[in-house]
């Protein structure tokens, strides 16, 4: 195994490790939108219209931004190889119908990345509320707590309708810190993390691919060396039920350890979401959850969230072992949509 953060077990610096308590609010990682980003994003919706494409054909061409372009591609270096998140503010979600708060959602997101499906539904932009549903595998078409983990994909990126009535706020946490932690408290729970672990795939989203995907670590580095967190407890936990039987004890041990870390004060760090507000996260570096919350008893009002997932062709290729969906699509990390 060549010699990098993982097999040699180093901690991994700043920025990537990074701990909540050292932002202020929305300190240093908010990008307000200007009158000419604006005006920019109004033409942009124009051109794009003209078109007449699908939200999924949408590509950076479609949605020229020549003045927040420039902004865009410097949050992409942020994104990959700083701090791992970034939230732009300013849409006036009253001013557009949520057609067109939707294509420029996929507009500003092409100019960061490929957007790929996020279910066998074929849904290339996800509607994050809780839909009061009995039975539903994803968490983000369910209300209340989400627990830290990350998504397939390169990019998460969220865009805000409406907030709830209190609570939800977007939590995340740097995952070079809890490896780091991991280091100077407890490296003997780290080994089955690196050598990994079996993954179970809910049946809408894996086809015809076996229920348990080979092992997959926790903890790797992509082709440029840099650590890739692949934390999915929820699939990992209920990949020991369908193996016949619960985790190991060291595996939970190290899983609850993991998500121990990530609720200490001062290592997370929590948003609370306005109307118009957009966050991309890095899903190789940050680790994301939600607070529980109140919703608003009338629908129309009820807490409301587009989701978008991008995989980042332009970057180190991410490691093969952290595949947990065997039909992907376009540049990999979605989901296939079912025929």
Request: net charge negative.
């Amino acid at each position: 195994m060549a010699d990098t953060v993982v097999s040699a077990r180093r901690p991994v610096s700043a920025p990537l490790a990074w701990r909540g308590d050292a932002f202020g609010p929305r300190q240093g990682w908010e990008f307000a939108l200007t009158p000419a980003h604006l005006d920019e994003i109004d033409r942009a919706v124009t051109v794009m219209s003209l078109r007449g494409l699908a939200l999924s054909d949408i590509g950076r061409a479609d949605f020229p931004l020549p003045v927040l372009g420039p902004d865009l591609a410097a949050m992409d270096q942020v994104l990959r190889a700083g701090r791992g998140f970034v939230l732009i503010k300013g849409i006036d979600v009253t001013r557009y119908p949520e057609d067109t708060l939707r294509q420029i959602f996929m507009g500003i997101g092409a100019h960061l990345g490929v957007s790929v499906s996020q279910s066998h539904r074929g849904d290339y932009l996800g509607d994050v509320f809780d839909r009061r549903e009995p039975g539903n595998e994803r968490p983000y078409r369910r209300g209340g707590l989400i627990s830290m983990h990350r998504d397939p994909p390169d990019v998460v990126g969220l865009f805000c309708l409406r907030n709830a009535k209190t609570g939800g706020l977007s939590r995340i946490a740097s995952s070079a810190t809890v490896w780091n932690t991991f280091l100077a408290e407890r490296p003997d729970l780290l080994e089955p993390l690196v050598q990994g672990l079996p993954f179970y795939r809910p049946a809408a989203d894996r086809g015809d691919s076996p229920a348990l995907s080979p092992r997959l670590p926790v903890f790797t580095t992509d082709a440029d060396g840099q650590l890739h967190c692949n934390f999915i407890p929820e699939l990992i936990r209920s990949g020991a039920q369908q193996n016949g039987g619960t985790l190991d004890a060291r595996v939970a041990e190290a899983l609850s350890f993991f998500e121990g870390v990530t609720a200490r004060d001062g290592v997370y760090l929590d948003m609370e979401f306005q109307p118009g507000d957009m966050q991309f996260l890095n899903d190789r570096t940050i680790i994301h959850g939600r607070t529980d919350y109140e919703d608003w008893p009338e629908p129309e009002r009820r807490r409301h969230l587009f989701r978008l997932w991008l995989m980042c062709p332009h970057w180190p290729a991410p490691s093969a072992r952290v595949t947990v969906f065997d039909n992907t699509d376009r540049a990999g990390g979605g989901i296939a949509k079912a025929a």
